[in-house]
């Protein structure tokens, strides 16, 4: 099983042990991953100022996996619901197809649209499979009990990225279950973390994640379990030092996949999770 691995922005800058972790596991589950040294930003943060650079942009990094001859994996919701869309629109418009391949063309670059992008859980589910996966784990995490966040761009806007539903979403409960921890339900699931909002309304921000916070508090639970950057650097990073009554370890699901399948927290970059992980892994007996 073969990939192009894209990172991203956020992923590489900011939350270096998502990758790692990401790494790590992948090669237990027997997924080579590619980088490709050319890769750019997905066009994301230009979207709502300026479409067609945008759009040029995320076809660039499609052109190459194009290239490639393989489909592309992301650890972060926004690069996969960006480059998804923009896969499909180009896909579905002959004119912007021509024109974004115009520009594409002075690069010598070419979107042909062979090859799809997949966010790192929907691999996990869809081509790897869950009996995979629970073979893989050696020493179950039945002591945790873990709170699952989404976030938002993994399910919205569902009839772009379909990967499960945004009402009820099932698949990163599944996978946390296949580690042996004990799911917390609470009522603040699917909020918004309010990273989106942190640069234009601060006070706005801080209070989603202290809702959430509360919330996941009350349900009892010993850790939080994202699968995109930007949200665990709201509750690791942001939350983690300006609501610190509040804080609560949060994992990467491939740091907690990870540490099923018996990896030590230093293969899996827990030094560089900003609240501190000793409490968990005491919990697990690795300290």
């Not at 799809?116 to 893989?136: N, P, Q």
């Amino acid at each position: 099983m073969k990939y192009v691995f894209f990172q991203g922005c956020t992923t590489p800058q900011k939350e270096n042990a998502y990758e790692l972790s990401m790494r790590k596991v992948a090669a237990k589950l027997g997924i080579e991953l590619v980088t490709l040294e050319e890769q750019n930003c997905c066009g994301f943060f230009v979207e709502p100022v300026d479409h067609l650079s945008a759009t040029i942009m995320a076809a660039r990094d499609l052109a190459l996996f194009d290239a490639s001859g393989l489909n592309a994996v992301t650890p972060c919701p926004a690069c996969y619901g960006q480059l998804t869309r923009v896969r499909n629109e180009l896909l579905a418009d002959k004119k912007l197809f021509d024109e974004v391949n115009s520009a594409l063309k002075t690069v010598d670059r070419k979107f042909v649209g062979t090859s799809e992008i997949k966010h790192f859980m929907t691999v996990l589910i869809d081509e790897v499979g869950m009996e995979k996966i629970k073979a893989s784990v050696v020493k179950p995490l039945s002591n945790l009990k873990v709170a699952p966040f989404y976030g938002c761009h993994i399910l919205k806007p569902s009839y772009e990225v379909n990967t499960d539903n945004p009402e009820d979403p099932q698949l990163l409960d599944s996978l946390i279950a296949l580690t042996g921890a004990k799911l917390v339900d609470y009522g603040e699931k699917k909020l918004c973390c309010g990273q989106s909002v942190g640069g234009v309304d601060e006070e706005l921000s801080l209070n989603l994640s202290k809702t959430k916070l509360k919330s996941i508090k009350k349900a009892g639970a010993d850790v939080m379990v994202t699968v995109c950057p930007a949200c665990h650097m709201q509750f690791d990073l942001v939350a983690g030092a300006k609501l610190r009554d509040l804080a609560i370890p949060v994992l990467h699901y491939t740091q907690l996949l990870g540490l099923a399948q018996g990896l030590s927290p230093s293969e899996l970059g827990l030094g560089e999770n900003r609240v501190s992980t000793d409490a968990i892994l005491e919990m697990i007996g690795m300290v």
